[in-house]
């Protein structure tokens, strides 16, 4: 059994570019969430997507939008990208309202 | 808002020996669930423990048990017989109930060494 997969593994841009970075969540699971790692820090809750909405979001910009497509697979893009915005982005999956939320090795973006 | 603070940077520990890490949180909330998160090297994020707010027994896990302190807002990690494979960033989340989805409110982390 599959767990959470995210592409790509690393990522560089340069200021201004957009980026997507993508998810499939566990086998069985319909939710997917995203978050945001700085170096140093603890994950920052993004957004998570429930039956292909957006169910709850987190103080982060507009230029940070997201998929679910119908297989329950995600995306996360992220548009003028900012330095600031270099950070290892976690996906992570469950099921609805379920407690435990398994979590996928994250995509390392660098933005030059 | 929810906040989570992990006042321990770093914590170090003798193998096989003990070692608490702590964390304290902000609710106005009675219902929630508190988890511990390990982050080894590899990056992948394990669920280590989880609390719900509602129960007063401490959760425990092998190894892994908590005390958890509910007005003081408190839930500490103790991890018993260290291993080498127990070191790692260890986050602190706080899972709010009165919203609609299960988003995660982490604390900055504590990095664990493990010394042979």
Redesign the interface.
Known sequence: DAGVTQSPTHLIKTRGQQVTLRCSPKSGHD?V?W?QQAL??????IF?Y?EEEE??R?NFPDRFSGHQFPNYSSELNVNALLLGDSA?Y?C?S?L??????F????TRLTVL | AQTVTQSQPEMSVQEAETVTLSCTYDTSESDYYLFWYKQPPSRQMILVIRQEAYKQQNATENRFSVNFQKAAKSFSLKISDSQLGDAAMYFCAYRPLMEYGNKLVFGAGTILRVKS
């Open positions: 939710t969430s978050y140093g820090q603890g994950p920052q809750f998570q429930y169910r709850q987190g290892l976690l992570a469950s609805q309202y379920d407690n435990e939320q979590f996928g090795p994250g």
